[in-house]
């Protein structure tokens, strides 16, 4: 039984709607539940001590974006750096700045976690248990409310993914993969091997090359890598010459078009864009540089995310000889550091395992829909934001090709727009229900290795809209902005919801 509750004497504390997840996504669908839905009682649930999510928790050197901040920050609040591709503290401030602004701050619970989320049919509501605290000390908590808003992200907060390294216990010096990165981490006038080719390694790799001895990029295989200027000169121009919501919102569509026109031709002609991003890495490092061999992938762009650098950093490092990229597979850790496959041997004091993310849905809490417990794997997702049989409740996750502010800002308008059409018509509760004619495809339709590792953990996607996910801004916002919200795959109910036969 809980010992503690968040409602007054007797009677548990009840909310209209609980949003999970003080990030990014958080922040936004709390401005727009409060823009959209003044009459509504909402609360934020944190499991940290500040807000901020990703942007909180990486503390790694040189952290920053990997999509520019005029499609990665919010649609309704400017972003006014004059850096487009930001740092991490920056965009922090930003968000920090946002939730004050909007009176968001007052309505966040921070060292809440959501344990488990209880929907009952025949009270038409959720009941939410929430921990404080850790240990033996630790408080349990419930509260209820109508509806559930998953803001949470999709990865796993306290645990990065690190494959397993034969002879990793024999290594004298210090592993750390980069979401647990500490300040007591030094590595000035060291030999450092970065594990990967991601957005992280390629953040981490020109940050530390000024203070280590040398940074070498481990890699398995190459990544699309685009250079891309730090500071969007259009962008600043209209900023001087117009007002500012009018710059923001042309540079915004700007950089919109271009990610969309990029990512269209990446799929209808991939070899000539191949080309491209080639021609740019050889112009870059040199027509001596192996580009071949490093910065040449296997697969088609945008089969995986293509990797931005603000200014070349990375090409610069490369250049200058602090930053070595090596392409082969690890045989084992050894005392001095990485024998590979190939028998040379990388002499490392420090190894910064960017190896990647372990998805986790819904912050890892377990959902429950009256007596049984929700396996997302024998669902489907609704419009890519709610889970078939399961009532009242949204889940906000980004593109996989744009920012991902682009898709949660329109999640949260969408979830606004349904709360308000329940509202007008009476109805207590909506839930999404698959039409049995609908053939399952893939949830997502890309390649990444924390997208291949989690799909037997992923709701299934579907063959036709609205189960079919389509990755595509520009449709999304006719789709979700648009569309009804009764559709003939949402049922709606006034009092008591039908049990489903199976979640």
């Not at 487009?84 to 909007?102: M, N, Q």
């Not at 010459?241 to 990029?262: C, F, T």
């Amino acid at each position: 039984m809980p010992d503690g509750k968040l409602g007054g004497p007797g009677e548990l504390e009840h909310l209209d709607v609980l949003i999970i997840g003080a990030g990014i996504s958080g922040i936004g669908a709390a401005y727009h539940l409060q823009t959209k839905c003044p009459n509504k009682r909402y609360a934020i649930i944190e499991a940290r001590e500040r807000l901020g999510g990703t942007w909180d928790l990486f503390r790694y050197p040189g952290i920053r974006s990997d999509s520019d901040m005029y499609t990665l920050g919010f649609s309704f609040r400017p972003w006014k750096d004059p850096k487009a591709i930001a740092d991490g503290p920056s965009i922090l401030s930003y968000l920090e700045e946002t939730a004050r602004e909007y009176g968001i701050d007052r309505n966040i619970r921070f060292g809440l976690r959501m344990e488990k989320a209880a929907w009952s049919s025949d009270e038409g509501r959720w009941t939410v248990t929430l921990r404080r605290g850790e240990g033996e000390h630790a408080q349990t908590l419930q509260l209820t409310c109508n509806f559930l808003f998953a803001c949470t992200g999709y990865y796993r907060y306290d645990q990065g993914y690190t494959p397993k390294f034969e002879g990793r216990e024999d290594f004298r010096g210090r592993i750390v993969h980069p979401q647990l990165w500490t300040d007591d981490i030094d590595y000035a006038g060291k030999k450092v091997v970065v594990i990967g080719s991601g957005a992280t390694a390629m953040t981490l790799v020109p940050a530390m090359s000024d203070e280590a001895e040398k940074v070498v990029m481990l890699q398995r295989s190459p990544t699309y890598v685009m250079s891309a200027p730090e500071q969007d000169r259009i962008a600043n121009f209209l900023r001087r010459h117009l007002p500012e919501d009018a710059a923001y919102q042309i540079a915004r569509w700007k950089n919109v078009g271009l990610s969309m026109l990029l990512y269209q031709a990446s799929r209808r002609f991939p070899k000539q864009v191949k080309r491209l991003f080639l021609s740019g890495v050889r112009k870059a490092l040199g027509d001596d540089y192996d580009v071949e061999t490093h910065f040449t992938p296997r697969y088609n762009p945008w089969d995986q995310r293509v990797c931005l650098v603000p200014d070349g950093d990375l090409f610069e490092s490369i250049k200058h000889g602090r930053v070595e990229v090596v392409t082969d597979h690890i045989e084992r850790f050894t005392p001095e550091g990485i024998r590979l496959r190939s028998g040379r041997e990388l002499e490392a004091d420090l190894i910064v395992t960017a190896t990647g993310l372990n998805v986790r849905l819904f912050g890892g809490a377990e959902l429950w829909v009256d007596d049984r417990q929700l396996d997302p794997t024998q669902t489907m997702a609704y419009k890519a934001m709610m889970v078939s049989d399961v009532p009242n409740m949204a889940f906000a996750v980004g593109y996989t090709n744009a920012s991902w502010t682009l898709k949660v800002d329109l999640v949260a308008e969408y979830v606004c727009r349904l709360i308000n059409y329940m509202d007008a018509e009476g109805y207590a509760s909506c839930c999404p229900r698959v039409d049995p004619e609908v053939e399952e495809a893939p949830l997502l339709d890309f390649d990444a290795g924390y997208i291949m590792r989690a799909r037997d953990q992923l709701p299934r996607g579907g063959s036709k809209y609205p189960w079919r996910v389509f990755e595509n801004y520009a449709l999304d916002r006719v789709m979700l902005r648009r569309s009804r919200v009764n559709d003939s795959n949402m049922e709606f109910a006034r009092g008591k919801v039908r049990r489903p036969t199976h979640v």
